[in-house]
T-cell receptor
Framework: EAQVTQNPRYLITVTGKKLTVTCSQNMNHEYMSWYRQDPGLGLRQIYYSMNVEVTDKGDVPEGYKVSRKEKRNFPLILESPSPNQTSLYFC?????????????FGNGTRLTVT | SQQGEEDPQALSIQEGENATMNCSYKTSINNLQWYRQNSGRGLVHLIL?????REKHSGRLRVTLDTSKKSSSLLITASRAADTASYFCATHTGANSKLTFGKGITLSVRP
């Protein structure tokens, strides 16, 4: 089944403790992206990747890192999480964003930083 | 920056009625897409309309696009309780740019 898989689904951590949220897609998509969703703010893009080893900042990249060493994986890294990073995070992929094709979303990771 | 903005923010209707949701945007687009999100879950793509198209249908969904007014509407006909969800419009601009989402519309369909 074609899908985007995020792990974990829920994560509670403390300020400053490094964490990684994994994202994997099995559709051979070139484009992958991370969003965060907050009440009243909608979805905001954190980082995106057009292909392997090509990443770029979205609208709210501060406090986050990503890597794209393989086509299928696009982990989101919080080196030193803070409470304002408490949010619902989504990974998404697309064949190529320049094509007229939709984004495929993972089921989300709900992160709480205390 | 917010490109697409949906209207209304919330909509409550009776089962069987039609639901109309609007999206306005600011700059030229390549395409506009509508997504649905059930509570706390990932977004699911509903329909994509290209900038050179004016109307598209998919089952009970009808989307229109008016590039002169920079607006789009999503019509769900004969709504069902299962249509209760948040709906987002997203605009794709530029050759390789990102997809920018609006803040969403909360639709409640009462049985």
């Amino acid at each position: 089944e074609a899908q985007v898989t995020q792990n974990p689904r829920y994560l509670i951590t403390v300020t400053g403790k490094k964490l990684t949220v994994t994202c994997s897609q099995n559709m051979n998509h070139e484009y992958m992206s991370w969003y965060r969703q907050d009440p009243g703010l909608g979805l905001r893009q954190i980082y995106y990747s057009m292909n392997v080893e090509v990443t770029d900042k979205g609208d709210v990249p501060e406090g986050y890192k990503v890597s794209r060493k393989e086509k299928r994986n696009f982990p989101l890294i919080l080196e030193s999480p803070s409470p304002n990073q408490t949010s619902l995070y989504f990974c998404a992929s697309n064949k190529q964003l320049s094509y007229n094709s939709p984004l495929h979303f993972g089921n989300g990771t709900r992160l709480t930083v205390t | 920056s917010q490109q697409g903005e949906e209207d209304p923010q919330a909509l409550s209707i009776q089962e069987g009625e039609n639901a109309t949701m609007n999206c306005s945007y600011k700059t030229s687009i390549n395409n506009l897409q509508w997504y649905r999100q059930n509570s706390g879950r990932g977004l699911v793509h509903l329909i994509l309309i290209r900038s050179n198209e004016r109307e598209k249908h998919s089952g009970r969904l009808r989307v229109t696009l008016d590039t002169s007014k920079k607006s789009s509407s999503l019509l769900i006909t004969a709504s069902r309780a299962a249509d209760t969800a948040s709906y987002f419009c997203a605009t794709h601009t530029g050759a390789n740019s990102k997809l920018t989402f609006g803040k969403g519309i909360t639709l409640s369909v009462r049985p």
